[in-house]
């Protein structure tokens, strides 16, 4: 048991964060960005760069399940860890994860337009049962561990919730490690308490003696934060409107199988080369738990707060409102006419 439960960590560790082999797919001709077929429909191919994150469940099902087709969308997929940069340089059409993440980045200047929002909450916390840990308000004097560093969107949660709950930062005993050795040094006695991304941390909180103290997905303050959403590159949204049109009807879809098939969805994407844990029931169950659906406004909204929290945190400086930010940023690409 101890020997399969490490081997899902090791999965896990990799599906946050790390490089795993997986089986590319791909539709479509080379990438033309001006050409019309002869009826007049735009022939412009999606270029899709995307890792094999377990929440990214949408891109993969969009295509597992012939949406894209459906949807008119052709499209050409690379399995990649390096969709920011592929899409800076032209080479990717759709940015797909966290909403600290997007914020950052669109606050620095990165040129993208988000669509839409996919699910809510992928990020919990951890704590040992020694540690007397019952939730967030509990942390004060505790060393805690965060993947990566301070503005990783675990440590940004955490610092975020941290603020609501009138707790100084400087009070928490932050460490800093890498993603895949939280549980080493949880179980070694360095940290009592860690936050991370699924499926790490619930694999984690599952071993004995240890338990959740946060779930982003059901706390009364982030249960209805979008957690993911979906950037568009401009070059899709505003020279191939109809496209992007589409491939937002094409991804909606796929959020609601998702939602109403959590475990069938899981093993489409295991089965399929595009996630590497082979455990879809305990996956499926984490889908479930993220309630995906496409929303426009409310994802538009869930931004504007993240927003104003990092500005306010000093992890980000604007020199404009987050409202009007989100102005600049968003695009309501389904409702193109």
Not at 268 to 274: I, R, V
């Amino acid at each position: 048991m101890k020997k399969k439960i490490l081997s899902i960590i090791l999965v896990a560790c990799m599906v946050a964060g790390m490089a795993v082999g997986c089986g590319s797919k791909s539709e479509g001709s080379d990438k033309n960005t001006t050409a019309k077929s002869e009826s007049g429909e735009d022939d412009y191919v999606v270029q899709i760069a995307q890792g094999p994150a377990l929440c990214s469940a949408p891109v993969f099902i969009a295509i597992i399940n012939g949406y894209m087709e459906d949807c008119g969308v052709k499209y050409e997929y690379v399995n990649s860890e390096n969709q920011w940069d592929l899409m800076a340089g032209g080479k990717n059409d759709i940015n797909y994860g966290l909403l600290p993440t997007f914020v950052q980045r669109i606050a620095n200047g990165y040129k993208m337009k988000i669509v839409g929002g996919a699910h809510f909450g992928c990020i919990n916390m951890v704590a040992t049962d020694a540690s007397g840990i019952q939730s967030i308000k509990d942390l004060k004097g505790k060393n805690v561990g965060i993947p990566g560093g301070m503005g990783s969107d675990p440590a940004i949660l955490l610092q975020r919730m941290l603020t609501a709950y009138n707790i100084n930062i400087t009070d928490v005993n932050l460490q800093v490690f890498d993603n895949a050795d939280l549980a080493t040094a949880l179980q070694e006695g360095q940290i009592e308490a860690f936050v991370s991304w699924d499926p790490y941390a619930t694999i984690v909180s599952e071993y004995e003696g240890n338990h959740l103290i946060f779930n982003q997905s059901d706390d009364e303050m982030t249960k209805d934060e979008y957690c993911c959403v979906f950037g568009f590159s401009d070059t899709l949204v505003e020279d191939h409107p109809e496209v992007a049109k589409n491939y937002v009807k094409a991804l909606s879809m796929a959020c609601d199988f998702i939602s109403e098939n959590p475990v069938e969805a899981a093993k489409l994407c295991y089965e399929n080369g595009y996630v590497a844990d082979e455990d879809y029931e305990f996956n499926g169950k984490l889908l479930e738990s993220y309630r995906y659906k496409f929303n426009y406004e409310d994802a538009k909204a869930s931004f504007v707060d993240v927003t104003k929290d990092l500005n306010d945190l000093g992890i980000i400086t604007l020199n404009k409102s987050a409202d009007e930010l989100a102005d600049e940023t968003f695009v309501n690409a389904g409702q193109v006419k």
